[in-house]
């Protein structure tokens, strides 16, 4: 079986089992800085000395801007179009209709005559 195996993947099958698989794989340090290096300093944020203001608010002035935010943002109803319905199939004069249907019969009685002929349910005469 070890012979159909690549050979990196026979390695890990022969892998001793006496090692522990909990074990993390070993990461790559990064080197330490040397010496040489001088280490910028980070600067320390200020301490914000203004305290939070409290801000009262009336129901009423927020419940007027709501209703001005919500009337802004309401589209101006349009009236309602009436639309005709056409006396015309998909814009078609009733004589190019006729043509049609006339056409589709024929394609349908000649496909269907010639299904029959090949199945040999109905002969030729000649």
């Known amino acids: 079986?070890?012979?159909?195996?690549?050979?990196?993947?026979?390695?890990?099958?022969?892998?001793?089992?006496?090692?522990?698989?909990?074990?993390?794989?070993?990461?790559?340090?990064?080197?330490?800085?040397?010496?040489?290096?001088?280490?910028?300093?980070?600067?320390?944020?200020?301490?914000v000395a203004a305290q939070p203001q409290a801000v009262v608010f009336e129901d009423a002035d927020?419940?007027?801007?709501?209703?001005?935010?919500?009337?802004?943002?309401?589209?101006?109803?349009?009236?309602?179009?009436?639309?005709?319905?056409s006396r015309y199939v998909f814009g078609l004069l009733p004589w190019q209709i006729f043509f049609l249907a006339v056409l589709m019969f024929l394609d349908v009685a000649v496909i269907g005559m010639l299904f029959l002929v090949m199945l040999g349910r109905v002969v030729l005469p000649f």
Do not use: K
């Not at 079986?1 to 690549?6: Q, R, T």
């Not at 909990?22 to 040489?36: F, G």
């Not at 927020?62 to 319905?85: F, K």
């Open 62 to 85: 927020m419940m007027a801007d709501l209703r001005s935010q919500v009337v802004a943002d309401e589209p101006t109803p349009t009236p309602a179009v009436s639309r005709r319905r």
């Open 1 to 47: 079986m070890s012979s159909d195996m690549p050979d990196w993947l026979a390695g890990l099958v022969s892998a001793p089992e006496d090692e522990d698989d909990d074990q993390l794989l070993a990461v790559p340090t990064r080197p330490q800085a040397s010496v040489a290096q001088p280490q910028v300093a980070m600067p320390q944020p200020q301490a």
